[in-house]
């Protein structure tokens, strides 16, 4: 009897411990959590420099800048804010060569939350084929539009496939803000503590050309690594949707 109460017991613990400790795949799918937002990295020790609205003149500029610093960015870019994105085919497929992430920010730069379902879906895979054609991968992360969203939008997401994320700090270029603004903004936020997402917009000079090597700076003096925002998140594996898609030919928009 003592006996079997004990193996009991044991075989209980035994389960509790089982459940306690997830498995690889487990942590993996934890991590990506499709048509949930994300606001900051899951771990300490990054920095994940997130571009909004490019391709943009700056962005071949800016992948040799993250380069020479050793830092990968990711760049949420879409197809026709500052003109068409075929006309700036070879810096996206360079960013993508480069090993930078590559991201939706929607085909128009539509504020999602103000559109219905299907008007989602078409924003998103305008700009995944566009994708497909120039480098042969669809992304699996976004970021909305003025970070607008609803819950409509975020079932389409988790639909989708797309991973959300919004910021941690806002570098406020969009809003007049200079460098300088901005890099206290990262001061007065510090370097402990899971790794920021910071909103900035590849758009500006001063972001591009100003912040960024200030950011590259900050982060060597606190011995932060810059990633891309997978990477941040344990999710460099599923930056991108799984399979293999076919481009259609499309070279205009
Ligand atoms: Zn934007």
């Known amino acids: 009897m003592l006996l079997n109460s004990l193996v009991l017991s044991l075989s209980v613990a035994l389960g509790a411990l089982a459940v306690s400790v997830p498995s690889p795949i487990e942590v993996i799918r934890r991590a990506h959590t499709t048509g949930a937002v994300i606001t900051k990295c899951s771990k300490p020790g990054v920095l994940a420099l997130a571009f909004d609205d490019g391709p943009y003149t700056f962005t071949s500029s800016l992948v040799d800048k993250l380069d020479a610093a050793g830092a990968k960015g990711t760049f949420f870019f879409t197809g026709t804010l500052y003109g068409c994105i075929y006309n700036q085919k070879a810096a996206v497929k360079k960013a993508y060569d480069n090993g930078h992430q590559i991201a939706s920010h929607t085909w128009t730069h539509a504020n999602l939350a103000n559109l219905g379902t299907s008007q989602i879906q078409t924003e998103m895979t305008k700009v995944e084929q566009a994708f497909v054609n120039i480098f042969g991968k669809k992304p699996a992360y976004m970021r909305p539009p003025n970070l607008a969203t609803s819950s409509s939008m975020l079932s389409v997401m988790k639909q989708m496939g797309y991973v959300v994320i919004t910021d941690d700090i806002d570098a406020g270029d969009w809003n007049h803000q200079t460098a300088q603004q901005s890099e206290q903004k990262f001061t007065a936020a510090g370097a402990s503590g899971n790794g920021h997402i910071p909103l900035m917009h590849e758009t500006y000079d001063s972001t591009v050309n100003t912040l960024v090597p200030w950011l590259i700076n900050w982060a060597k003096s606190n011995n ?15 930056m991108y949707q799984p399979g293999n898609f076919t481009g259609n030919g499309a070279s205009s928009c």
């Not at 932060?224 to 599923?238: G, Q, R, S, Y």
Request: aromatic fraction near 0%.
């Open 224 to 238: 932060l690594k810059i990633v891309t925002v997978a990477e941040c998140l344990d999710d460099a594996a599923n």
